[in-house]
């Protein structure tokens, strides 16, 4: 829990100068009064204009976060260059990044001023780790006449009139950063994190988790909703923006400026130093790595789809257990050999006395002999050699995942599924795969 006397030694936040300052001031909560007369000056403008700014970036850090919104691919141009497709980003401290068009970043120059030793002898590879971050930029433009300041030894007469926002490329050597789990109480509650060890938080939401499960079906999506609050209030209360160093007051953001950037990719690069004389063998990347932003309507219709799962409305849920696929059924052309697929590896020892065959005539079923059953474990498929071809028009093959003798998977070792898109199998007792099909050979003779 936390303790409230801790929110007395929490520093105040930072003033709008300290956070952005200049060209564009952030400034969420101080507003713009106005009033008959008042004369404006530009401290007047830059708080007129920080302020819904400054409203925007803080709703997008704190409740959206960062990452891609759209497009920013990055891939190979040529051997040594890395490009970036148009796209768009929200940063760590929730600035909006707009790339219009395709931009390039050249290995070879970052690779130069890197520092990487002094030269080996022989011929060696090394492997440089790298993290292709996109940062905001701004530049101040359009100069316009302007009066000019008495205390400006410069005497200007211009000034820009505008500011435009754009994103630059950045190379930073190491690993990126791996995406901050923030709320970590729910993430346990809901299964996406495990406890730690010495993970109080971590555990309190595991006994919460056990609460929901414990409840009755019909209380469970009502338990599940308290501890979810419950959590989510402590993971709150839990959250504090950085401090500087240095600096005695708090970030307005989740991040400081300089590592508010969006990772777009993990390079790999193989440098091969040969006396002295630097070459790079390979460029590798891994777009991978960083974090998509989803819009609303889809994180609704997503959470629609986990709720079952989640609230354990379906409580057979499947062992995992082996399918039958049901399109990879093949007859021969003599109507001696029947094969199938199943989709994982089964225990040969179950395989013959799960399998039977019938055929329907007009005075009833009659039982098929079966002379050999086979598995070929490296295609996972079941060969069922006959002793004669079925003698009737309707053909009905058996594959049992239920009863004394079920096929049995390896792994897991839990009886057959029945067909692939079927209902749920459990670790105890399985479903049965049941084909009918009509006698290829007997239509054939038919018809002749």
């Known amino acids: 829990m936390t303790d409230c006397c801790d929110e007395k030694t929490l520093p105040a936040p930072c003033t709008c100068e300290a956070c952005c300052g200049g060209d564009l001031p952030v400034n969420p909560f101080v507003a713009f009064r106005v009033a008959y007369g008042m004369l404006l000056d530009e401290d007047a403008f830059k708080t007129m204009m920080g302020n819904p700014r400054g409203k925007q970036m803080f709703h997008s850090a704190w409740l959206h976060r960062s990452?891609?919104?759209?497009?920013?691919?990055?891939?190979?141009?040529?051997?040594?260059?890395?490009?970036?497709?148009?796209?768009?980003?929200?940063?760590?401290?929730?600035?909006e990044l707009l790339v219009e068009s395709t931009m390039c970043l050249d290995v070879r120059d970052w690779v130069n001023k890197q520092q990487l030793g002094a030269p080996q002898e022989g011929c060696t590879t090394t492997t440089i780790e790298a993290c292709l971050l996109a940062e905001f930029q701004c530049c101040p433009t359009d100069p316009v006449?302007?009066?000019?300041?008495?205390c400006d030894v410069t005497r200007k007469h211009d000034d820009c009139s505008r500011v435009v926002e754009s994103v630059k490329l950045e190379l930073r050597p190491g690993c990126c950063p791996a995406p901050a789990h923030i709320y970590h109480r729910v993430r346990v509650l809901l299964g996406l994190d495990e406890a730690g060890e010495d993970d109080e938080p971590g555990h309190e939401a595991a006994v919460a988790a056990m609460v929901v499960g414990s409840a009755s079906p019909d209380q469970r999506p009502i338990e599940l909703l308290r501890q979810f609050r419950t959590m989510a209030a402590l993971d709150a209360m839990d959250l504090r923006p950085p401090i500087r160093d240095g600096e005695p007051c708090l970030s307005l953001f989740p991040a400081l400026d300089e590592c508010a950037g969006v990772v777009l990719a993990a390079v790999e690069i193989d440098v091969k130093d040969e006396s002295g004389c630097t070459e790079i063998v390979d460029v590798r990347i891994n777009p991978y790595v960083r974090r998509a932003l989803l819009p609303t309507a889809t994180i609704?219709?997503?959470?629609?789809?986990?709720?079952?799962?989640?609230?354990?409305?379906?409580?057979?849920?499947?062992?995992g257990g082996p399918r039958v696929i049901r399109d990879s059924l093949e007859m021969s052309e003599d109507g001696l050999t029947i094969t199938f697929n199943v989709t994982r590896p089964l225990i040969h020892g179950s395989v013959r006395r799960a399998i039977s065959m019938t055929s329907l005539s007009s005075r009833g079923w009659v039982d098929e002999d079966i002379d050999t059953v086979r598995l070929d474990s490296a295609n996972r498929q079941v060969i069922v050699s006959l002793a004669d071809r079925p003698i009737n028009d309707i053909v009905r093959l058996i594959v049992r995942g239920t009863g004394d003798t079920p096929i049995f998977g390896s792994d897991p070792p839990v009886p057959l599924a029945g067909f692939v898109g079927g209902p749920p199998g459990s670790t105890d007792d399985g479903v049965d795969a049941v084909m009918t099909f009509p006698n290829p050979v007997q239509r054939t003779e038919d018809a002749s």
């Open 145 to 150: 006449p302007t009066l000019s300041d008495p």
């Open 300 to 319: 609704q219709e997503l959470s629609c789809a986990a709720a079952p799962a989640i609230l354990g409305a379906t409580p057979d849920s499947d062992a």
């Open 67 to 95: 990452g891609v919104v759209w497009g920013l691919r990055v891939c190979r141009e040529g051997e040594l260059v890395i490009k970036v497709s148009p796209g768009a980003a929200v940063d760590q401290v929730g600035r």
